[in-house]
């Protein structure tokens, strides 16, 4: 019965070409329409480390000006980032489970295998927690101990992309290079690791790919170089000449996140944290209001605004053109049926069933709703092709990380979006037929056997 | 003549839906259509606005000093004269960072000392002598930098020292000393350091870091760039930039084993990247919007067609008692005149409401009344011409169909 209906449906089609053709035109528009923009909003408003959402928290203090917050735009914001002395003391807590201070360098590398040129890169300098507590993974080798922490090991992480250049993709762990001129040994090299958005560091480009190399955050003090690489604030009238200076400043430049499981070490952190705030209080620092916080990766991606204003809009924009494309679909799926009355009046007369007309139409709408969803998602596959090649900036120097967009990585088709396309494909045609198959349903087979 | 419009709107009222839903679709085109030209002319604006800089001749390239070998002042000195004596080189100064680019510094003065009187928040180029003639930005009054007055770079004993001669964007010099000529007055970092403004210019667009709205709150101080890194601001002559870059970069990749070029990139790039998403957000929203309208008027076309053939009988009985050809055409422009009117007026309010919660939560300006009395006319014109082949069509049927069949 469901084949002879599904023929019918094809004769159908094929009585009013145009009209189908208009119909699956639409449906696969509105559709890809919906795909695109979905798509990249989806990668965008994603949390790239979702299983660790209650266990990872970034720490923030608000040690800013007391006539005005960090960030006009934001006043309810504290700054993103720490002071040095503040992560410091905080990183002598035994109460997270993992740990991370960190902040970016430009640096360059040479060395390795091939004789090549000095190669600039984006280096994070680390303490050893960060690879376990981000669920990292390692191609060869592993990252650095503890001790790494305090004291200049000079040891080295490569990203995958960066052991391939240097080493051609060869097991490089026990090898050195030169970083800024001075001796590493590799003891880890990454495998393929860019989350999207780049949630640990959104200071230099929430898309950015993630960095090139990785060193121990005891290199610091020793290396006494002011931070090229991430971004610096300071607001205090203080006198800031040498880097010891600066180190001891209330200038904000380096990130901290803890890995705190349970909601008691969460608690105690703030306790920590606030018995902290207090004590320097006392001696004359943060003459802000307290506003220490542990914020997990889902709020903190909401309140750095990750998300922007233009891609909401845009998805608002696809679902009204969806709308807009449906509406069209009923109205041409009405006046189908309803000028094909006298049919399904004489299928009435012939013992048909209310129910039977409705399957049968409903049939009809959903051959052409899966013939216009598979349209639909090959547009937005094509579509998506279109909005990457915007994005990407034909770039002459494309060396440095910050302009190597994760563009790539939000207009990439995932199984998610996939599965998200179909349903929205099917379920809104289906919801587009269900009026005009139940309007047809509703005949009355005696007004349509009278004439003739 | 009359238009007839009580037999065409009761023959509507007893065919609603179809009707209801092509009006509904206008509707929603019309909010659509509105709302998007509006924030595309806007942000066509923006992306006019002029930078004041030689933008179209400009080039940059960011250095990295990686020895301790590196010897700052005479690589410097020396990769300068390579670039000003080369043919088709305007001039070239060395900078903290690349106007419009992705990085810069940025630093607050006020017009007293402690903190107090009017502040700005400066965004800085640390450039030499022939800094302002590259940037190709104007002097408005006041004077550039002579090469005597040009400081060596900060290092890590001085980092907290400030010029003592600034030259200032006007906004800067309007946003400190309102209403009052800022040429010769002094202002004051955060710790008390005193800076005279020598020479205002126009507002050049520096980097949009600290937001866009303050783009142009640049300053240019007069010394040599170095502890948060250094770049070469090249200025061509017109035509003479892409060749020239090429032979500089390889130049300067070979001249010195103790430094990298990072990157060299045209302004132009950096312009686009500055707005990459306004140009995107434009051609993504006149793309829907255009798709939009396509598909609404081909519907109210197909509708059109279909209610024609559906009606021939009708139209023929019609023309067999007397109605003209273009009494036809008129009933079906009627009936879709009073379908998009209907539609107008709801998606006059969906746009207004559109509009309004935009602006509400996106903080942008409130919708201007003219786009509206556009786009209601756009729509209506569409909407006859979507109906203008089918009412056509009609009035051509036959009189004689009435007579072939009961």
New interface residues.
């Given amino acids: 019965m469901y084949a002879y209906y599904a023929r019918l449906a094809l004769k159908s089609f094929r009585r009013?070409r145009?009209?189908t053709a208009?119909m699956l035109?639409?449906i696969a528009?509105?559709i890809a329409?919906c795909i695109m923009t979905m798509t990249v909003y989806h990668a965008m408003s994603g949390n790239p480390i979702w299983w660790k959402n209650d266990r990872l928290y970034a720490v923030t203090m608000d040690n800013w000006d007391p006539l005005r917050p960090h960030d006009l735009?934001h006043p309810d914001l504290p700054p993103q980032q720490l002071t040095y002395k503040d992560a410091l003391y905080l990183l002598g807590s035994n109460i997270p489970e993992r740990k991370v201070v960190m902040y970016a360098r430009?640096?360059?590398l040479?060395g390795g295998t091939a004789e090549r040129?000095?190669?600039?890169v984006s280096t994070r300098v680390t303490t050893s927690d960060f690879f376990a507590m981000f669920d990292v993974p390692f191609l060869y080798g592993g990252g650095w101990d503890a001790s790494g922490d305090q004291n200049a090991v000079p040891v080295i992480v490569l990203s995958k992309e960066q052991n391939e250049k240097l080493f051609g993709g060869a097991n490089s762990v026990g090898r050195t290079i030169r970083w800024?001129?001075l001796e590493f040994r590799v003891v880890g090299v990454l495998d393929a690791w860019s989350p999207v958005p780049r949630f640990y560091d959104l200071n230099n480009?929430a898309f950015s790919a993630s960095d090139d190399v990785y060193i121990p955050f005891g290199w610091t003090r020793p290396l006494?170089k002011?931070p090229?690489g991430g971004?610096s604030n300071c607001?205090?009238?203080?006198?800031?000449?040498?880097?010891q200076?600066?180190l001891g400043s209330d200038c904000v430049w380096t990130q901290m996140w803890v890995e705190l499981p349970t909601r008691a070490s969460r608690e105690r952190m703030q306790g920590l944290i606030d018995g902290y705030w207090a004590e320097q209080r006392k001696a004359g620092r943060f003459p802000r209001p307290r506003d220490n916080r542990l914020t997990n990766i889902g709020q903190w991606l909401k309140d750095q605004s990750v998300v922007?204003?233009?891609n909401?809009?845009?998805v608002g924009?696809?679902f009204?053109?969806l709308?807009?494309?449906l509406?069209?679909t009923?109205?041409?799926l009405?006046?189908?049926f309803l000028?094909a009355a006298a049919i399904a009046g004489v299928r009435r007369a012939l013992g048909a069933s209310r129910r039977q007309i409705f399957i049968q139409h409903l049939i009809e709408v959903g051959v052409l709703a899966s013939v216009g969803a598979v349209l639909g998602l090959a547009l937005g596959a094509l579509g998506l092709l279109g909005?990457h090649a915007?994005?990407v900036?034909?770039?002459?120097?494309?060396?440095?990380a910050?302009?190597r967009g994760g563009y790539q990585q939000l207009t990439h088709f995932d199984a998610i979006s996939v599965l998200w396309a179909v349903l929205l494909a099917l379920g809104s045609a289906l919801a587009a037929g269900l009026y005009p198959a139940w309007?047809i349903g509703r005949v009355a087979p005696a007004v349509y056997l009278k004439?003739q | 003549m009359s238009l007839d419009i009580r037999p065409v709107f009761s023959s509507l009222l007893r065919n609603r839906t179809g009707a209801v839903l092509v009006a509904f679709q206008i509707a929603i085109a019309l909010a659509v259509l509105v709302n998007a030209v509006f924030i595309v002319h806007q942000r066509i604006e923006k992306m006019n606005r002029p930078t004041h800089l030689d933008d179209q001749n400009l080039f940059g390239m960011q250095i990295g000093e990686f020895t301790d070998r590196f010897n700052y002042d005479a690589s410097v000195r020396e990769d300068l004269a390579y670039l000003r004596g080369l043919p088709g080189v305007v001039s070239a100064s060395v900078t903290n960072s690349v106007p419009m680019g992705v990085s810069g510094s940025a630093q607050t003065v006020w017009t007293q000392p402690d903190s107090k009187g009017n502040r700005a928040h400066i965004n800085y180029f640390s450039m030499d002598e022939q800094g302002l003639n590259t940037l190709g930005v104007r002097l408005i009054s006041g004077r550039g930098f002579r090469a005597n007055e040009i400081l060596p770079p900060l290092n890590e004993t001085n980092a907290g020292d400030f010029v003592p001669q600034l030259i200032v964007t006007q906004a800067v010099a309007q946003t400190l000393f309102p209403n009052q000529n800022a040429l010769g007055k002094a202002v004051y970092d955060s710790v008390g350091h005193a800076s005279t403004i020598i020479g205002i210019i126009d507002n050049m667009i520096g980097t949009a870091y600290w937001g866009y709205e303050a783009v142009d709150h640049v300053a240019i101080m007069p010394q040599l760039p170095r502890l948060y890194g250094f770049d070469y601001l090249v200025r061509t002559e017109p035509g003479r930039r892409d060749a020239i870059m090429r032979t500089v970069e390889e130049h300067l990749a070979t001249s010195n084993p103790d430094r990298v070029i990072k990157w060299t990139r045209s302004l132009e790039y950096y312009k686009k990247l500055l707005y990459r998403d306004d140009r995107n957000m434009g051609v993504f929203l006149i793309t829907v919007t255009a798709l939009l309208l396509a598909v609404a008027s081909l519907g109210i076309f197909g509708l059109a067609t279909f209610n024609v053939s559906a009606r021939t009988k009708q139209i023929g009985t019609r023309r067999a008692i007397g109605a003209r050809r273009a009494d036809i055409v008129r009933y079906f422009m009627v009936e879709n005149g009073l379908i998009t009117t209907a539609g107008i007026v709801v998606g006059c309010a969906l746009a207004l409401g559109v509009g309004y919660w935009l602006s509400l939560q996106y903080q942008l300006p409130r919708l201007d009344l003219y786009y509206l009395v556009g786009g209601v006319l756009a729509l209506w014109l569409i909407g006859q011409l979507a109906a203008w082949q089918p009412a056509r069509k009609a009035s051509a049927v036959s009189p004689s169909v009435a007579t072939r069949t009961v």
């Avoid at chain 1, 040129?117 to 600039?120: A, C, D, F, M």
């Fill in positions: 009013n145009g009209l208009l035109g639409a528009l509105g329409v735009q430009q640096s360059v040479s040129k000095p190669l600039p800024d001129d480009g006494a002011y090229n971004s607001w205090k009238p203080e006198t800031v000449n040498t880097f200076e600066f922007q204003n233009d909401r809009m845009l924009i696809a009204a053109f709308a807009v494309c509406l069209n009923v109205g041409i009405l006046a189908k000028n909005v915007l994005y900036t034909n770039d002459p120097g494309n060396v440095i910050n302009a309007r004439s």
